[in-house]
């Protein structure tokens, strides 16, 4: 079993920055596959970034590249999204999971792939 906990959640203006950090227990992950997702109300939960395999090799949703940067420091099993240059849509509910294998750029993509999900951090921007 792999516990997942987000923190970093916030409030900030647009143009501003957050940094997310999503602490893994229970088996180290840093092999596998981690992912973020977000859920704004009354919309699906999207994929926004991934990290794969020992490379660590990186997926992010279009609608976040170039602002949103995956990583993770893997003596503390922990993934982090350093989000910059922040929008009002990007409001939302941040969630990390995880799977304990590795997924295939596609596949990282796709909430159904993974089994372990955290309890999401808040993120808000103004206008």
């Known amino acids: 079993q792999v516990q997942l906990v987000e923190s970093g959640g916030g409030l900030v203006q647009a143009g501003g920055s957050l940094r997310l950090s999503c602490a893994a227990s229970?088996?180290?992950?840093?092999?596998?596959?981690m992912g973020w997702f977000r859920q704004a109300p009354g919309k699906e939960r999207d994929f926004v970034a991934g990290?794969?395999?020992?490379?660590?090799?990186?997926v992010y949703a279009d609608s976040v590249k170039g602002r949103f940067t995956i990583s993770r420091d893997n003596a503390k099993n922990t993934v982090y999204l350093q989000m910059n240059s922040l929008k009002p849509e990007d409001t939302a509910v941040y969630y990390c999971a995880a799977v304990l294998s590795v997924l295939s750029t596609i596949r990282i993509t796709a909430r159904d792939e993974y089994d372990y999900w955290g309890q999401g951090t808040q993120v808000t921007i103004s206008s």
């Open positions: 990290i794969s395999g020992m490379r660590g090799n990186t």
């Open positions: 229970g088996r180290t992950v840093s092999p596998f596959s």
